[in-house]
């Protein structure tokens, strides 16, 4: 009965079947990956994508350059700038410029905005916002970068102010200050409690304000033997006319020790309060007494005529009224001008002074004259010398 093991022979018939059936298998693999190779590069794309400044060469699979990015985990925001454009074909060794946008908040003089802007750089992002604010004081330095998260930056600008300080006279001038309270400490002005500042030290500080402060200071100040005036008291004296006054007492002035509180406004006291006092010496009062009796009436004035030759003339000028005001121009019983009756020391209206008084300065008249020339027609008619 045969065996069933393989012989020799056979054995060798297959593995000579089997060998070339191995090697078509190895030529047939290696056939595969060189055509998976050849089909990878077909596909990949070779470029430079510069991030930011930063540059690195990559291979990716993509037509486009939004295919680039994405498969280099690169998003892109709104605000980003890619060059060339997202929806653009790439192709090997192109060029992928990719600046991202971040957000830069200016706080200027109180006034806040955002800028978006891709400039890495302060004076950089200050330039595309398009405001150099070259006098302006920064929150910080113009030359430090500005992250992916962006940057919160406090602008001062410069400003034409007036001052009036402590009561001198209002100045101009100009600062780069946020507050009231910076310009005054810019000036040197050191604000006390009681101090008063307009507008208060806290506001903003705009172009064309004007800053008042007033210094205002308060202080103790002690007297020794200050004077206390005395008082007056008044006594009715019915024995005594009305208008007659005597003094009965003199007055003394008393004296104490006295503390003040002034209170000083630019330097000049404006209120002056007592805090306490010890009165030293009492005050005297002086005492006066004063008339209460009525006076006796004094009879109308006597402008009745004598028997003299001057109230012979004025019989003759006025009648005899020595009060005469008749609007002519002359007054009185001898009817004198102003020119005439004040050149000889006459005061008043003639018409207004006594018949004494007329007569007086009618003497000095004729005295100067020699004769009674001044009044022509009335002393020619008596026979007076001329």
């Not at 903003?204 to 007056?232: H, Q």
């Not at 002086?286 to 005529?305: H, L, M, N, R």
Request: hydrophobic share 35%.
């Amino acid at each position: 009965m045969p065996s069933s093991t393989p012989g020799p022979l056979s054995r060798l018939k297959n593995r000579k079947l089997v060998r070339p059936l191995v090697t078509g298998l190895v030529a047939t693999a290696a056939v595969a990956v060189v055509g998976t190779t050849v089909g990878y590069q077909s596909l990949s794309t070779t470029a430079t994508v510069s991030l930011d400044g930063e540059k690195q060469e990559v291979t990716a699979f993509g037509d486009t350059v939004g295919d680039v990015l994405d498969a280099e985990g690169v998003e892109i925001g709104d605000h980003d700038v890619v060059a060339p454009g997202l929806d653009e074909k790439v192709s090997d060794g192109s060029s992928i410029t990719v600046r991202f946008a971040r957000p830069v908040t200016l706080d200027v003089d109180g006034a806040e905005k955002t800028h978006w802007v891709t400039a890495t750089s302060v004076n950089a992002a200050l330039a595309e916002i398009g405001r150099s604010y070259d006098q302006a004081d920064l929150s910080v330095s113009r030359s430090a970068g500005i992250g992916r998260e962006g940057m919160d930056i406090d602008v001062v600008t410069p400003k034409t102010v007036t001052v009036k300080l402590a009561g001198a006279k209002p100045t101009k001038t100009t600062m780069t200050v946020a507050t009231v309270g910076d310009a005054l400490d810019q000036l040197g002005v050191k604000v006390e409690k009681r101090d008063e500042v307009r507008p208060a030290a806290g506001r903003e500080l705009n172009d064309g304000d004007t800053i008042v402060f007033t210094d205002m200071r308060v202080a103790k100040k002690n007297v020794k033997g200050e004077s206390i005036d005395f008082d007056t008291v008044e006594r009715a004296d019915d024995s005594a006319y009305e208008g007659e006054e005597e003094t009965v007492r003199e007055g003394r002035e008393g004296a104490r020790n006295v503390t003040y509180r002034l209170v000083y406004r630019n330097g000049e006291v404006v209120k002056e309060t007592v805090l306490n006092q010890r009165v030293t010496r009492e005050p005297v009062d002086e005492i006066v007494e004063v008339g209460t009796k009525e006076e006796p009436e004094e009879p109308a004035a006597d402008y009745s005529g004598g028997s003299t030759v001057w109230d012979q003339l004025a019989q003759c000028e006025a009648g005899g009224n020595w009060a005469i005001n008749t609007g002519n121009g002359y007054y009185g019983g001898l009817q004198f001008n102003i020119g005439t009756w004040q050149s000889y020391g006459g005061t008043g209206l003639p018409s207004e002074n006594s018949r004494e008084e007329q007569i007086r300065i009618a003497e000095k008249v004729r005295a100067a004259t020699g004769g009674y020339g001044s009044w022509p027609a009335c002393s020619s008619s008596l026979g007076l010398p001329q």
